[in-house]
């Protein structure tokens, strides 16, 4: 009796720590931005809005967020697009190879993203491509292609080959077969794929830091606000920032796996 | 619309497998063609040839007269209704069915009106707007139907349709097939493995082993004049008695068989690969032991002993051993009225007229579609 109430006790604080872990820093972070002070740091002062006005308010950091969220979704599209074709090349034909080109195309998910980053960055100057947004996204492309790949590419069984079969039959031709039958089909699996590469590349910092000269993205904004010293106005743009991976996902929820659940 | 189909030599290898080894069969127009056999018998990879998915190694096929050669499958006048369905998921029933039409570039009105009227005519007009995930597997199989129709093919292809369904629901879908097979023409070229099945819908079956046609028939002459071994064993239960024919003359042919010497009319023995003298087998079907003789010419293979029997409703399906072989195991159907206390003595009466005669003898004894 008292050892089962004891393991329970000791269950509970397990659980209340493990999530005190995770997520105390991000509670601290938002409590802090709301700060009526200077300093984002203990005591709290009191209520207030004052920081999130300045971060709407700064130019700056608007551009960045702009940048963002076009970096974040361009590239996602295209490595989703691009993850998309290798899949159903190497799930629907025989090809060459197709296990070493499978194991290629998930390589670059083992390899750091600094590497990537100081690869991508020589590459560049030796074919004399200028840095910039684009730079950037192409990075960040190479880093979620291998994502959406090993994602879409582990949704293509056989039952829906023979899907594609009866389509093929019916008349149409190998582009209509890809657009109207195998994407539709595998939509859950490639909003899944294109939703988590937009919240890796929204947070993404080394690849964007090097591969950008003049317009930056977010997480390069934040690092060099960082730099002049904690301010509850970074608090505030990271609770921004954190707000939007959490309606990212929460879309995620509903939109994707819902709707897997319910079939 | 309809078209007849033309197999001229169709050799089907993969690596050192034959598949299907020099195979040629004509299709009517609006033919209803069963090909029927065991699983590697050939009958799916015939079927491949006809929708393009594979093309023969040697051989031809026409569809309509015209060589299929080198018509990719989507440019063929046929499709295909897959045992799997193969329905598209995200598409709602009506979408399923127009799919073919949108492909051949028919404006949207035209093509839902048509895809509404051939859901109507497999009874769905009412969940045009379902998806197939909402559906029973009958109904998704009409669907799968009225979507292959919708194109409105020379040739249907049916590539065992009706294996995932329960007996009950098959039963009922062979008899929807089949109505809707007159009703819009269509030749359809069905692959099923089961005897009845193919006996239900069939104009002709075709039994098919190793890759090669064992016989073509209606299905009352495959089941009671098969022109094989094979094709007698496979198409329901039967009595093999190996036999020699001795000699063939005036009409009649005399014949050494386990059972005794007996003489058969020459009209039994239609048969081109029959010999004139060499091994033999009689067939004999359970219920032709059954004596209800409408004054036909009836014989006797002597009489046998009762070994057991069971009661099936509509009649006593018993093993016998014949006195002359009492090795040998017969199956016989007898009356209800009967009595099947074991050791009771029959006699072994048939209809002359049902005997089937075939050439060579069964490989082993102990075939279980000799000994039920």
């Not at chain 1, 940048?67 to 090809?95: E, P, W």
């Not at chain 1, 980053?117 to 730079?135: E, K, P, R, V």
């Not at chain 2, 299905?219 to 071994?229: S, V």
């Amino acid at each position: 009796m008292i050892s089962s109430r004891f393991s329970k006790v000791i269950s509970w604080a397990y659980l209340i720590a493990l999530y005190g872990f995770i997520f105390l820093p991000v509670i601290v972070l938002v409590l802090f931005s709301f700060q009526d002070g200077r300093l984002p740091v203990p005591p709290f002062n009191g209520a207030t809005l004052k920081w999130y006005g300045e971060v709407f308010a700064d130019n700056r950091l608007m551009a960045a967020l702009g940048n963002s969220l076009m970096v974040a979704i361009g590239s996602s599209l295209v490595a989703c697009v691009l993850g998309f074709c290798a899949a159903y090349g190497l799930a629907r034909f025989v090809l060459p190879a197709s296990r070493l080109q499978r194991g290629i195309l998930i390589a670059p998910m083992t390899v750091s993203y600094l590497i990537i980053a100081l690869g991508l960055l020589s590459t560049f100057n030796w074919i004399g491509i200028s840095l910039s947004l684009w730079t950037v996204g192409i990075g960040h492309v190479v880093i979620n292609l291998p994502l959406c790949f090993a994602i879409i590419y582990a949704s293509m069984g056989d039952h829906q080959k023979n899907i594609e079969r009866a389509a093929r039959d019916l008349g149409a031709k190998e582009w209509q077969v890809m657009t109207q039958v195998t994407a539709p089909m595998l939509m859950p699996s490639i909003l899944a794929a294109f939703f988590l590469s937009v919240t890796f590349s929204w947070d993404e910092f080394i690849i964007a830091f090097l591969l950008s000269r003049f317009d930056v993205t977010l997480p390069v904004e934040i690092w060099s606000l960082l730099r002049s010293g904690l301010n509850p106005k970074t608090n505030a743009i990271g609770s921004v920032v954190f707000l939007f991976s959490i309606a990212l996902l929460l879309v995620l929820e509903l939109l994707v796996f819902r709707r897997t659940a319910k079939k | 619309m309809t078209a007849p189909v033309s197999i001229r030599n169709a050799t089907k290898t993969f690596g050192e497998f034959t598949a299907l080894n020099d195979v040629s069969l004509e299709i009517e127009a609006g033919e209803f063609i069963v090909l029927l056999g065991p699983s590697g018998c050939g009958k799916t990879t015939l079927l491949s040839l006809l929708g393009g998915v594979l093309s023969p190694t040697r051989g031809t096929i026409a569809i309509n007269g015209r060589d299929m050669g080198d018509v990719s499958p989507s440019k063929r006048p046929t499709t295909t209704m897959f045992q799997d369905y193969a329905l598209f998921p995200h598409m709602t029933l009506r979408d399923n069915v127009a799919f073919g039409l949108k492909m051949r570039k028919i404006g949207k009105t035209e093509r839902h009106t048509k895809a509404c009227e051939l859901l109507d005519m497999v009874g769905l007009k009412a969940s045009a707007l379902k998806k197939p995930h909402e559906l029973s597997g009958g109904q998704r199989q009409r669907v799968a139907l009225a979507r292959a129709l919708a194109v409105e093919p020379d040739v249907l292809l049916l590539d065992e349709p009706l294996g995932a369904l329960d007996l009950k629901l098959r039963r009922q879908m062979q008899d929807e097939l089949k109505a809707i097979q007159k009703r819009v023409g269509t030749t359809f070229v069905h692959v099923t493995h089961d005897q009845e099945e193919a006996m239900a819908i069939a104009d002709r079956i075709v039994v098919m082993n190793a890759g090669k046609i064992e016989d073509v028939g209606r299905p009352e002459d495959i089941y009671m004049r098969p022109k094989t071994l094979f094709a007698a064993s496979f198409m329901g239960e039967v009595n093999f008695i190996p036999a020699t024919l001795k000699g063939r003359g005036n009409g009649m042919a005399e014949i050494d068989s386990m059972l005794g010497s007996i003489s058969l009319p020459e009209t039994i023995l239609a048969n081109d690969a029959l010999p004139d003298q060499g091994p033999m087998t009689l067939a004999i079907r359970p219920e032709h032991f059954r004596g209800v003789s409408t004054g036909a010419e009836r014989m006797t293979l002597g009489s046998a002993k009762i070994a057991d029997g069971a009661f099936f409703g509509t009649h006593y399906r018993a093993h016998l051993a014949p006195i002359a072989a009492p090795d040998m195991v017969i199956t016989a159907h007898m009356p209800q009225s009967a009595n099947i206390e074991p050791g009771t003595m029959v006699e072994l009466s048939i209809d002359l007229a049902s005997i089937i005669a075939l050439p060579g003898h069964p490989q082993t004894p102990a075939d279980p579609a000799t000994q039920g």
